[in-house]
């Protein structure tokens, strides 16, 4: 089945910096893809969905990439402040069947 | 905003037991999950569910079951716990019956600690 793999697991930033998280997945007929941010004691609240090949996507703060060719995913949350302190999850749906398959996470701290 | 609501929170148990686990989403959702959130934060699907298809996860032990009474409630029973299931339930819907790019809507989850 899908494998997907998150990097890094703990990422430690100073605010207005950036923070860069990569998922990798193994599926090539994987095409819908997600991002998931949990804050401490809250649910699992949807980021950012993306289901085009090669694309860019930017939200409030943050950029999402999809390369689909090399089978990776990327967050970039740029200029973090404390309110981005929280884990993110990827996730990759290869079919309706299969549910979500999500990353391990990255817990993201931002300190002054 | 939830509105995918579960309870318990917290359960406690010891090895053998029951549990049952309660979620009800008041999205008008046409499709309900059940996903297990192990130590390692590791998320897994467990079962998807609407009011035509269960599917089921094969890797997960018989010894869980989902049921749903109407399509706003998914419950999850697990018959008689092992050590293993110690972990974070978590529960979601989506809005329609099978399109792949939909958005999941979770619940808070309910901690299970099997002692």
């Known amino acids: 089945g899908e494998q997907v793999e998150q990097r890094p697991p703990h990422l430690s930033v100073r605010e207005g910096d950036s923070a860069f998280i990569t998922c990798t997945y193994t599926?090539?007929?994987?095409?819908?893809f997600f991002w998931y941010k949990q804050e401490p004691g809250a649910s699992l609240q949807l980021l950012m969905k993306?289901?085009?090949?090669?694309e860019i996507n930017e939200g409030q703060g943050f950029t999402v990439l999809l390369n689909k060719k090399d089978k990776r995913l990327s967050l970039n949350l740029t200029a973090a402040h404390p309110g981005d302190s929280a884990a993110y999850f990827c996730?990759?749906?290869?079919?309706?069947?299969?549910?979500?398959?999500f990353g391990l996470g990255t817990r993201v701290s931002v300190f002054p | 905003e939830t509105a995918v609501f579960q309870t318990p929170n917290y359960h406690v148990t010891q090895v053998g037991n029951e549990v049952s686990f309660n979620c009800k989403q008041t999205?008008?959702?046409?499709?309900m999950y059940w996903y297990k959130q192990d130590s390692k934060k590791l998320l897994k699907i467990m079962f998807s569910?609407?009011?035509?298809?269960?599917?089921v996860n094969e890797t997960v032990p018989r010894r869980f079951s989902p049921q749903s009474s109407d399509k706003a409630h998914l419950n999850l029973r697990i018959k008689s716990v092992e050590p293993e299931d110690s972990a974070v339930y978590l529960c979601?819907?989506?809005?329609?019956?099978?399109?792949?790019?939909?958005?999941?809507?979770f619940g808070h989850g309910t901690k299970l600690s099997v002692l």
């Open positions: 979601a819907s989506s809005l329609g019956q099978g399109i792949s790019n939909e958005r999941l809507f």
């Open positions: 599926d090539p007929n994987s095409y819908y």
């Open positions: 993306v289901f085009s090949s090669t």
């Open positions: 996730a990759v749906r290869y079919n309706y069947a299969q549910g979500l398959t």
């Open positions: 999205l008008g959702h046409d499709t």
């Open positions: 569910y609407n009011n035509k298809q269960l599917i």
